[in-house]
């Protein structure tokens, strides 16, 4: 398998940060695309952010405040999360990907167990 898992989800207020960490297992993690993704009850998942090889990705609503970056020797990749909202509490996800994060050919191979991450008010 090649199954990421997500941890550094918590409770925070507005205003505060956190960093989501996705270690890879069993696999060298420079080989696929590594997305972030957050899902709410009752919406669809959206992607965050994604860092590959040879790309990346920001949704709108990440860019200035949240930040992807991969460690290869640490097999793991970080999603810093700063400025933080009421509006993004969800459970957050870490994918494995190929070919790469954009594309229309890109493919979601493998999802983590997810880590709540709650934005008090």
């Known amino acids: 398998q090649v199954q990421p898992v997500e941890s550094g989800g918590g409770l925070v207020q507005p205003g505060g940060s956190l960093r989501l960490s996705c270690a890879a297992s069993?696999?060298?993690?420079?080989?696929?695309?590594i997305g972030w993704f957050r899902q709410v009850p009752g919406k669809e998942r959206e992607e965050i952010s994604c860092i590959s090889r040879s790309d990346s990705y920001y949704a709108d609503f990440a860019k200035g405040r949240f930040t992807i970056s991969r460690d290869n020797a640490k097999k793991t990749v970080y999603l810093q999360m700063n400025s933080l909202k009421v509006e993004d509490t969800a459970v957050y996800y870490c994918a494995t990907a190929v070919p790469t994060c954009v594309g229309s050919e890109r493919v979601i191979v493998s999802w983590g167990q997810g880590t709540q991450v709650t934005v008090s008010s």
């Open positions: 069993g696999f060298t993690l420079d080989d696929y695309a």
